[in-house]
């Protein structure tokens, strides 16, 4: 169970936008950076968005992110079948006491 | 480009060590840290730790230190991680990946599947 709050599953139609949330504490993205990386079957996860907002290099600009407090949310506009897999969330959590990168559990994106 | 490219797939019994290996090109290897992470069958991603390549800092998730060691050979560009005494539980996908800081891991390996089973 992570201590980052993300929904088991979002989907959309092809061309319409979709965002996905990731929900913590002051232990986590109240107090850090979030970012944001995509899982596509039989692929590596790629990085998407880093420092809440900054879109990694290579990343459409059909990606977006963004943080309020303790929640940050990631959106995709334009969607396509290819977006298809899992997204996640990750930041740093100090809520045991010793630093570590934690990531959310993990939302699957359908387009329908 | 940049490529990170990883160690084949283990079979390990209960208890072994296993280590992966992961070789990088088409950068300035020690202008970036290495981090190391895995995800178990039907589960999540899971961060074990990251080393910087320059000094080989390391930071170690609470959850795998005591039998965790990574490791960096700055002559072969490599990074190295050791996992011991495995249990079933530790049989995952485990991937390299290139960080600016452990948040950003912009460029990941394609992964090596461990397995431990008796």
């Known amino acids: 169970q992570s201590v980052l709050t993300q929904p088991p599953s979002v989907s959309a139609a092809p061309g319409q936008k979709v965002t996905i949330s990731c929900s913590g504490s002051s232990s986590n993205i109240g107090s850090n950076y979030v970012s944001w990386y995509q899982h596509l079957p039989g692929t590596a996860p790629k990085l998407l968005i880093y420092e809440n907002n900054k879109v990694s290099s290579g990343t459409p600009d059909r990606f977006s992110g963004s943080k309020s407090g303790t929640s940050a949310t990631l959106g995709i506009s334009g969607l396509q079948t290819g977006d298809e897999g899992d997204y996640y969330c990750a930041t740093w959590d100090r809520s045991l006491g010793d630093p570590r990168v934690v990531f959310g559990g993990g939302t699957k994106l359908t387009v329908l | 480009q940049v490529q990170m490219v990883q160690s084949g797939p283990e079979v390990k019994k209960p208890g072994a060590s296993v280590e992966v290996s992961c070789e990088a090109s088409g950068y300035t290897f020690t202008t970036y840290g290495i981090s190391w992470v895995r995800q178990a069958p039907g589960q999540g991603l899971e961060w074990m730790g990251w080393i910087t390549t320059y000094d080989g800092q390391t930071n170690y998730a609470q959850k795998f230190r005591g039998r965790i060691t990574m490791t960096t050979d700055t002559s072969t560009r490599t990074a190295y991680m050791e996992l011991r005494s495995l249990s079933a539980d530790d049989t995952a996908v485990y991937y390299c990946?290139?960080?600016?800081?452990?948040?950003?891991?912009?460029?990941w390996g394609k992964g090596t599947t461990v397995a431990v089973s008796s």
């Open positions: 990946a290139r960080c600016g800081s452990p948040l950003a891991m912009d460029v």
